[in-house]
């Protein structure tokens, strides 16, 4: 079976730092692609980062490029977001996925590209 799992979410001060993890297990990671996507009250679900299981390609939404670090540690089944200089406009539910994997930036970004999803984790930035 599918198991997607994500935690690490909490309070962090504006400017704080903050990492989520993503465990998955019941399938093959290499086959797969995951993303991180958020989603802020009132927004649409928008995609932050992504990695591809096979050749390790990292994507990163312009919004949290060079502050945020997807990744994932030899052949872990945990995925890492590593989050910096975080500020009221990082708040909201991420949620890592999976999927089949695609091509381009574009897809591994885009919401559809996806067929399994976690429960969330809630990220407050607040002082």
């Known amino acids: 079976q599918l198991q997607i799992v994500e935690s690490g979410g909490g309070f962090v001060q504006p400017g704080g730092s903050l990492t989520l993890s993503c465990a998955t297990s019941g399938f093959t990671l290499e086959n797969f692609a995951i993303g991180w996507f958020r989603q802020a009250p009132g927004n649409e679900r928008e995609g932050v980062s992504a990695l591809s299981g096979r050749d390790g390609s990292r994507y990163y939404a312009d919004s949290v490029r060079g502050r945020f670090t997807v990744s994932r540690h030899n052949a872990d089944s945990v995925i890492y977001l590593r989050m910096t200089n975080l500020s009221s406009e990082d708040a909201g539910t991420y949620y890592c996925?999976?999927?089949?994997?695609?091509?381009?930036?574009?897809?591994?970004?885009?919401?559809?590209?996806?067929?399994?999803w976690g429960q969330g984790t809630q990220v407050t930035v607040s002082s």
């Open positions: 996925a999976t999927g089949r994997r695609g091509y381009g930036e574009a897809w591994y970004l885009s919401q559809n590209s996806y067929d399994y």
